[in-house]
């Protein structure tokens, strides 16, 4: 099993920054792509930005220019730095990530999620 354990979430003021860390640790072959997600009450969980262990990234259109995804492969751990927080960041992020737990096996596991809270 992988688990995955994020961290850096809080309340900030806008305009603030926050940085997001997520580990994963377990049974890890490799892990192809790490990403973070948020999502609100009532509404769907939407990719914020992703990652490859080639460094290829990914990002919402409401994020580019504020946030910056990144990752260290030898502690497979990712990471989310957000700059320029608005009041509409405010949901509660989640980390994903998909790899192998060996050569036959996948994986793709979600963290517990973490709040952030931006206010005006």
């Known amino acids: 099993q992988v688990q995955l354990v994020e961290s850096g979430g809080g309340l900030v003021q806008a305009g603030g920054s926050l940085r997001l860390s997520c580990a994963a640790s377990?049974?890890?072959?490799?892990?192809?792509?790490m990403g973070w997600y948020r999502q609100a009450p009532g509404k769907q969980r939407e990719l914020v930005a992703a990652?490859?262990?080639?460094?290829?990234?990914n990002y919402a259109d409401s994020v580019k220019g504020r946030f910056t995804v990144s990752r260290d492969n030898a502690k497979n751990t990712a990471y989310l730095q957000m700059n320029s927080l608005k009041p509409e960041d405010t949901d509660v992020y989640y980390c994903?990530?998909?790899?192998?737990?060996?050569?036959?096996?996948?994986?793709?596991?979600w963290g517990q999620g973490t709040q952030v809270t931006v206010s005006s």
């Open positions: 994903n990530a998909a790899g192998w737990v060996n050569a036959r096996t996948p994986f793709a596991s």
């Open positions: 377990g049974s890890i072959f490799s892990i192809n792509a």
């Open positions: 990652i490859t262990s080639g460094g290829n990234t």
